[in-house]
């Protein structure tokens, strides 16, 4: 088995954090570098990451989440911010510096932002927040394997209710910018107290379909 796959099958939900350790600052710089360079739709990043550690906070917290062990007892907690949808809208200055950090000419950057134009209004892409949460699941995804190959357990959070853990987090982290910003998902980072539980999955047969 490669390396690789080593890591993915390390990488599970874990339930229960050891509250007695702490991921390093050097390590949690790596994995936070990790979601930082994941690749989003036009390159335009529509993402913001909170990181908890202070454990007031985290209880918090917790109790918006389904009072679910993993926010309180686990060493870091993400909470992955979308960015929202005036972001995105022709002649922001969130698209302006995105897209000028790719082109090289003007023409160039009228020819990004009228295709960007013409995509949020295809069929495909009428609703841009879900776009934009959508994309934070794949920093969740990078964040998790990296955590994974760095010997630190995670797990993704979508237990929560989402206007209680709105109003708690804009009350206990003056950071959160909600006019800017919405909650998508969280991760918790930190290291196992149990073995974990296996890998539950449907076969390749039934998840791919080779053609051709
Ligand atoms: C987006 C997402 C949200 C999740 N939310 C929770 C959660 O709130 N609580 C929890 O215990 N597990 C949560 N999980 C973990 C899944 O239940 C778990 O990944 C799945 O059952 C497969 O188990 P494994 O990851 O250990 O292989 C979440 C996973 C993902 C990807």
Redesign the pocket.
Same mark, same amino acid.
């Given at each position: 088995m490669s390396d690789f796959l080593d890591t993915v099958n390390f990488?599970? /939900?874990?339930?229960l954090f050891d509250e007695a350790k702490t991921v390093p600052d050097s390590v949690f710089d790596e994995i936070l570098e990790a979601g930082r360079l994941s690749p989003s739709s036009f390159g335009l990043e529509p993402w913001h990451f909170l990181v908890i550690k202070d454990p007031a906070v985290k209880e918090a917290l917790r109790a918006a989440?389904?009072d679910?062990v993993?926010i309180t007892s686990c060493s870091h907690l993400v909470v992955l911010l979308a960015r929202k949808p005036h972001h995105f809208q022709a002649g922001s200055p969130y698209l302006d510096k995105s897209f000028s950090r790719r082109a090289a000419t003007p023409e160039k950057l009228r020819y990004i932002h009228a295709k960007f134009e013409k995509f949020t209004k295809s069929e495909m892409r009428p609703d841009l927040l879900n776009w934009a949460k959508m994309q934070t699941?794949i920093v969740? /995804?990078q964040m998790?394997l990296s955590a994974a190959a760095l010997g630190v357990d995670t797990? /993704?959070?979508?237990?929560?209710n989402f206007t209680k853990l709105t109003e708690t987090l804009s009350k206990s982290v003056p950071a959160f910018n909600q006019n800017d910003f919405e909650v998508s998902?969280?991760i918790t980072f930190g290291y196992r107290v149990n073995e974990?539980?296996?890998?539950?999955?449907l076969t390749r047969e039934e998840v791919a379909t080779f053609v051709g």
């Open positions: 990488r599970h /939900a874990c339930k989440c389904w679910q993993q699941y969740c /995804a998790m797990c /993704a959070i979508e237990g929560f998902c969280c974990q539980t296996p890998h539950l999955r």
